[in-house]
C-alpha cells in the first residue's frame, strides 16, 4: 500500500515544493479559462495543500484521496488554520478516482502533481476521466497534469535520487520499462525519532500516455480540450516537454455556482 507510512514524512521530503509552485500557477490558467468561482474537488489532495489554499480563496471545496493517512495529515493541516479557513470551505473525502460519485456537482475539478499517472491503463484513466465528466457542471473545467513519456525515459530512468538532512533521508531509486513505458520508483525514507532511525519504504508505479491519447481519452469522456501546456508555462507542449498541464471543459451553457456560504 502506497502513501501509507510516508504521508506523515511526505511534505518534509520536499514533496509539498511542487504544490507551493503550483497554486500560484492555477490562478494564471485560471486567468485564460475563466470559471465562476464556486465548488471545486481536488482529486488525488494528498496533503491538502492545493486544496487548503483554494479554500483560504472563497472556493467550497471537496478533497478526494485514496490515502486515509494523506487525508489525516490534511485535516491536521486544516485544523492547525483554525478560523483562518471560512465555516464549511472544505470537506475531505476517502475514495478511488475510478469509481468515485458526487452528491452535488462541481464548477472546477483538479488533479495534480502525475496523479494521473498512477492510472496504469488506458481503461482506469477513462473511467477517471468519465467520474470527473460526471461530477462537473455544464461548462466547467477539468485541470490535470501528466508525466510525459519524455520526463519517464530521461530523468526517472534507473536514477537513484537522494536528499538529506539531519531529521530525514530520503532516497529515491527507480527503474524504467521504455517498452511500455512504465517507471517503477522505490522510496526509502530514514525518520530520526530520537537517537533512531524509522525506516519507511513504499513502491510506485507510473504510466506514461502519449500526448494524442490522453486527448482522445478526454474526448471519449465527453470533455472538450481547451488547451494542453507545457506545466508551468503558457507554452504548447513539444517532445522535449516533461509535464503537460491539460485543460479541458465540459459543454454546456456555464452554470454560475451559489456562491460559498450561501
Same mark, same amino acid.
Given at each position: 500500500?502506497?502513501?501509507?507510512?510516508?504521508?506523515?514524512?511526505?511534505?518534509?521530503?520536499?514533496?509539498?515544493?511542487?504544490?507551493? &509552485?503550483?497554486?500560484?500557477?492555477?490562478?494564471?490558467?485560471?486567468?485564460?479559462?475563466?470559471?465562476?468561482?464556486? /465548488?471545486?474537488?481536488? #482529486?488525488?489532495? @494528498?496533503? @491538502?495543500?492545493?486544496?487548503?489554499?483554494?479554500?483560504?480563496?472563497?472556493?467550497?471545496?471537496?478533497?478526494?484521496?485514496?490515502?486515509?493517512?494523506?487525508?489525516?495529515?490534511?485535516?491536521?493541516?486544516? /485544523? *492547525?488554520? @483554525?478560523?483562518?479557513?471560512?465555516?464549511?470551505?472544505?470537506?475531505?473525502?476517502?475514495?478511488?478516482?475510478?469509481?468515485? /460519485?458526487?452528491?452535488?456537482?462541481?464548477?472546477?475539478? +483538479?488533479?495534480?502533481?502525475?496523479?494521473? $499517472?498512477?492510472?496504469?491503463? =488506458? &481503461?482506469?484513466?477513462?473511467?477517471?476521466?468519465?467520474?470527473?465528466? *460526471?461530477?462537473?457542471?455544464?461548462?466547467?473545467?477539468?485541470? *490535470?497534469?501528466? $508525466?510525459?513519456?519524455?520526463? #519517464? %525515459?530521461?530523468?526517472?530512468?534507473?536514477? +537513484?535520487?537522494?536528499?538529506?538532512?539531519?531529521?530525514?533521508?530520503?532516497?529515491?531509486?527507480?527503474?524504467?520499462?521504455?517498452?511500455?513505458?512504465?517507471?517503477?520508483?522505490?522510496?526509502?525514507?530514514?525518520?530520526?525519532?530520537? =537517537?533512531?532511525?524509522?525506516?519507511? &519504504? %513504499? +513502491?510506485?508505479?507510473?504510466?506514461?500516455?502519449? $500526448?494524442?491519447?490522453?486527448?482522445?481519452?478526454?474526448?471519449?469522456?465527453?470533455?472538450?480540450?481547451?488547451?494542453?501546456?507545457?506545466?508551468?508555462? %503558457?507554452?504548447?507542449?513539444? %517532445?522535449?516537454?516533461?509535464?503537460?498541464?491539460?485543460?479541458?471543459?465540459?459543454?454546456?451553457?456555464?452554470?454560475?455556482?451559489?456562491?460559498?456560504?450561501?
Amino acid at each position: 500500500m502506497i502513501y501509507k507510512d510516508y504521508a506523515a514524512v511526505y511534505d518534509a521530503s520536499g514533496q509539498i515544493s511542487f504544490s507551493e &509552485q503550483m497554486i500560484p500557477y492555477l490562478g494564471r490558467v485560471l486567468a485564460r479559462h475563466p470559471i465562476p468561482r464556486g /465548488r471545486l474537488l481536488d #482529486l488525488a489532495c @494528498g496533503t @491538502g495543500t492545493v486544496a487548503i489554499a483554494m479554500a483560504l480563496q472563497g472556493w467550497e471545496v471537496t478533497g478526494l484521496d485514496g490515502s486515509e493517512a494523506m487525508l489525516t495529515e490534511a485535516r491536521e493541516k486544516a /485544523r *492547525a488554520l @483554525g478560523d483562518a479557513l471560512p465555516s464549511g470551505a472544505l470537506l475531505w473525502r476517502h475514495g478511488d478516482m475510478r469509481h468515485f /460519485r458526487l452528491d452535488t456537482p462541481v464548477d472546477l475539478a +483538479t488533479c495534480l502533481y502525475d496523479s494521473l $499517472n498512477y492510472m496504469l491503463t =488506458d &481503461q482506469d484513466l477513462l473511467a477517471t476521466f468519465r467520474r470527473v465528466h *460526471a461530477a462537473l457542471r455544464p461548462g466547467g473545467l477539468f485541470f *490535470a497534469d501528466m $508525466n510525459t513519456a519524455y520526463a #519517464l %525515459e530521461t530523468y526517472w530512468a534507473d536514477q +537513484t535520487y537522494v536528499t538529506d538532512s539531519p531529521e530525514l533521508t530520503v532516497i529515491m531509486d527507480s527503474d524504467h520499462d521504455q517498452a511500455i513505458h512504465r517507471t517503477t520508483v522505490t522510496v526509502t525514507c530514514f525518520q530520526r525519532t530520537g =537517537d533512531l532511525y524509522r525506516k519507511i &519504504q %513504499e +513502491t510506485h508505479l507510473e504510466q506514461a500516455y502519449p $500526448n494524442e491519447h490522453v486527448a482522445t481519452l478526454l474526448s471519449d469522456a465527453g470533455f472538450r480540450v481547451e488547451a494542453s501546456y507545457a506545466c508551468f508555462s %503558457e507554452r504548447p507542449p513539444d %517532445e522535449y516537454t516533461t509535464r503537460v498541464f491539460w485543460v479541458a471543459r465540459k459543454p454546456g451553457a456555464p452554470v454560475h455556482a451559489e456562491e460559498p456560504g450561501r
